[in-house]
């Protein structure tokens, strides 16, 4: 079970007032919590089975405007219900809010009860069913990396975001005596966290002045998304609740890293077996391994709008910021798309590396497990490992350039049309067409100070 309280503790929990809240939420396209507060008493009465929300969650934009241009929802239609299903094996502690618990939901068809196929949640039980069906399961982690600042969100806000200044003021890259002076920030993350049902590892200090990175043990591909949406939720609000800010923005300054969200997976049988190795093949490398690694890296810029999904993701791909390039795979390489990990041991795994900080986590993990599914059915033969700076490799396939270039791939994809239905393609290229036009009516300040008075 991937929460850690069950409706029977929860009631115990209830009627001793020990909790008196129960946050019901869904996951939007952002990646993002959204939902309701209920009374922990009329959860306990009804809600438990289902509850609704506005369809319009799933057709939004950041700012949480009603885009038009959706076949799945629109002012033409009025904006109608789905069903909120609470996920019973989700319910947890959330121990940085008093009283409070948590569920998450399935996102359901009003009339039918059906999953709602755009739903991210839907999107990655739809992938990992596929794998069932070949008795497989997969095994997943995410790195979620930040930038802690001094000021809080209000602060930052009410200054335009302007002079923003992360926690620290140097490179803390493993750097224990500068994280030490962010403890009051990352014990609580860690411990609530932990606290809530969440398998975290680690924090550590990330290649960057006020720069983390939040670690969580492998598990099952849908835990770890809950885990990973979960986690970046609570680091906001802990972060709030101690007067700073958390962003996990891709690219928050041109002259700094960005943040990634690296994505470590493997499949493993019905026996609790990792079929990724086999002691006989080159690097410990299974045939099925190869197989999907091939897919992995064959179909890697027709899913990145799924790994970078705004304009300002892009802006972190660049030579010698550990950020990558090119789709191709290397040996405990960090300058490649795919780094093997774990050579020569049962933890053998591959690393997507191309994955910002700003992702969500359901649709970044079902897409790829889609495309190693490809790359099984294919049976793709899986090209040698690069080596040296694949910075430089100029023969290797390249990372999409832009928004504009991921969005055309992702349309273009009968892979992923494929594997996910025209309709949800369709869907989330309105979202990429979205965030382009509004981007492409925007005046930014280096347009006025370049051309103000030069122009």
Not at 152 to 163: A, C, H, I, L
Not at 349 to 359: T, Y
Request: glycine share 8%; net charge negative.
């Amino acid at each position: 079970m991937a929460g850690n309280l069950t409706i029977d503790a929860l009631k115990a929990a209830v009627s001793g007032g020990e909790i008196d809240t129960v946050l019901t939420c869904i996951v939007d396209m952002q990646g993002r919590l959204m939902g309701k507060r209920f009374h922990a008493q009329h959860f306990l009465d009804s809600a438990w089975e289902e509850t609704h929300c506005c369809n319009y969650l799933l057709a939004t934009d950041l700012e949480m405007y009603t885009v038009e241009g959706y076949a799945s929802t629109s002012w033409q239609s009025g904006y109608g219900d789905y069903v909120m299903k609470p996920d019973l094996s989700t319910l947890r502690y959330v121990p940085w809010l008093e009283g409070t618990a948590m569920v998450l939901c399935d996102v359901l068809d009003h009339h039918t009860h059906q999953d709602v196929p755009h739903s991210p949640r839907a999107m990655l039980k739809k992938q990992i069913a596929r794998l069932a069906e070949k008795g497989l399961s997969p095994m997943m982690a995410t790195e979620l990396e930040f930038f802690l600042f001094e000021q809080s969100f209000e602060e930052m806000r009410k200054s335009g975001y302007r002079d923003l200044q992360p926690i620290s003021g140097y490179n803390e890259d493993y750097h224990i005596l500068q994280t030490t002076k962010e403890e009051d920030v990352m014990r609580p993350v860690r411990n609530h966290l932990f606290h809530a049902g969440i398998p975290v590892e680690n924090t550590k200090g990330e290649a960057e002045a006020g720069q983390e990175e939040l670690n969580i043990k492998y598990s099952p591909a849908l835990n770890c998304a809950d885990f990973h949406t979960i986690s970046k939720h609570a680091v906001k609000e802990i972060a709030w609740a101690k007067g700073r800010s958390a962003s996990f923005l891709a690219k928050w300054d041109k002259g700094r890293v960005g943040s990634s969200s690296h994505v470590h997976q493997s499949l493993w049988n019905d026996d609790g077996e990792n079929v990724f190795c086999d002691q006989n093949g080159e690097h410990g490398m299974s045939a099925t391994m190869r197989s999907y690694m091939a897919g992995l890296i064959k179909y890697a810029p027709e899913y990145t709008f799924f790994l970078a999904p705004y304009i300002n993701s892009y802006k972190r791909f660049q030579k010698g910021t550990f950020a990558p390039t090119k789709t191709v795979w290397s040996v405990d390489n960090r300058t490649a798309g795919f780094r093997l990990c774990g050579e020569g041991t049962k933890a053998l795994r591959v690393e997507c590396r191309i994955g910002g900080s700003d992702l969500n986590p359901y649709l970044a993990l079902a897409v790829q497990i889609a495309a190693g599914l490809k790359g099984l059915e294919e049976k793709l033969e899986l090209a040698p490992a690069a080596s040296g700076d694949i910075y430089e490799a100029s023969s290797a396939g390249e990372v999409p350039h832009s928004l504009r270039e991921a969005r055309h791939l992702m349309n273009g994809s009968a892979f992923l049309r494929e594997a996910l239905g025209d309709a949800v393609v369709d869907h989330y290229v309105r979202a990429a067409d979205w965030e382009i036009e509004e981007f492409d009516r925007a005046v930014t300040d280096y347009e006025i100070a370049r051309g103000f008075e030069r122009a």
